[in-house]
T-cell receptor, first 111, second 115 residues
Framework: QKEVEQDPGPLSVPEGAIVSLNCTYSNSAFQYFMWYRQYSRKGPELLMYTYSSGNKEDGRFTAQVDKSSKYISLFIRDSQPSDSATYLCAMSALSNYQLIWGAGTKLIIKP | GAVVSQHPSWVICKSGTSVKIECRSLDFQATTMFWYRQFPKQSLMLMATSNEGSKATYEQGVEKDKFLINHASLTLSTLTVTSAHPEDSSFYIC???????????FGPGTRLLVL
């Protein structure tokens, strides 16, 4: 079993829909949770960063962490075609900061 | 936000030659830099972690004599692919992190094609 599980998709939704992207993990030591967005042939771009449990909102993006369930989510409201990309979750433990990555979910927003 | 640059953005070389890729943090001091490779439609694979002034720590299965990493300053790390072969063709991405921070900031990547 991988430490971090993420459905690779693709996930295809119409423009304007709310998108929900998720990752599950097995290591209870993870404390830091990140979401990165990667466009084709580009490096990943940090979208959201949360520490421990709870929600964090930034514009159309909301990151949610449920440590009891070992489950994290990224919600995108009012999705746009420009949101089409691969979304990667990453997390690390307090001790070493080494990032453990999900496989990435390819998101397609249809106009 | 923190900016990381990579050079070159793409390179084509003949089999057997060596290729150097530079990674620079432009507006912060990167005490730790990471090198990843990514194959098409796959996630990032960490190759090595380097701390400024120290030898790089390589992940299992990554040949340190083939992928030479130098982190000579707080803003620059280089990856040299020595005696490159077609199977080394990939997308190489660096990231950088400053002291005490958890987040990594990524460069735009370097696409390497070995003929």
């Amino acid at each position: 079993q991988k430490e971090v599980e993420q459905d690779p998709g693709p996930l295809s939704v119409p423009e304007g829909a709310i998108v929900s992207l998720n990752c599950t993990y097995s290591n209870s030591a993870f404390q830091y949770f990140m979401w990165y967005r990667q466009y084709s042939r580009k490096g990943p771009e940090l979208l959201m960063y949360t520490y421990s449990s709870g929600n964090k909102e930034d514009g159309r993006f909301t990151a949610q962490v449920d440590k009891s369930s070992k489950y994290i989510s990224l919600f995108i409201r009012d999705s746009q075609p420009s949101d089409s990309a691969t979304y990667l979750c990453a997390m690390s433990a307090l001790s070493n900061y080494q990032l453990i990555w999900g496989a990435g979910t390819k998101l397609i927003i249809k106009p | 936000g923190a900016v990381v640059s990579q050079h070159p953005s793409w390179v084509i070389c003949k089999s057997g030659t060596s290729v150097k890729i530079e990674c620079r943090s432009l507006d912060f001091q990167a005490t730790t830099m990471f090198w990843y490779r990514q194959f098409p439609k796959q996630s990032l694979m960490l190759m090595a972690t380097s701390n400024e002034g120290s030898k790089a720590t390589y992940e299992q299965g990554v040949e340190k004599d083939k992928f030479l990493i130098n982190h000579a300053s707080l803003t620059l790390s280089t990856l040299t692919v020595t005696s490159a072969h077609p199977e080394d063709s990939s997308f190489y991405i660096c990231s950088a992190r400053s002291t005490g921070k958890e987040t990594q900031y990524f460069g735009p990547g370097t696409r390497l094609l070995v003929l």
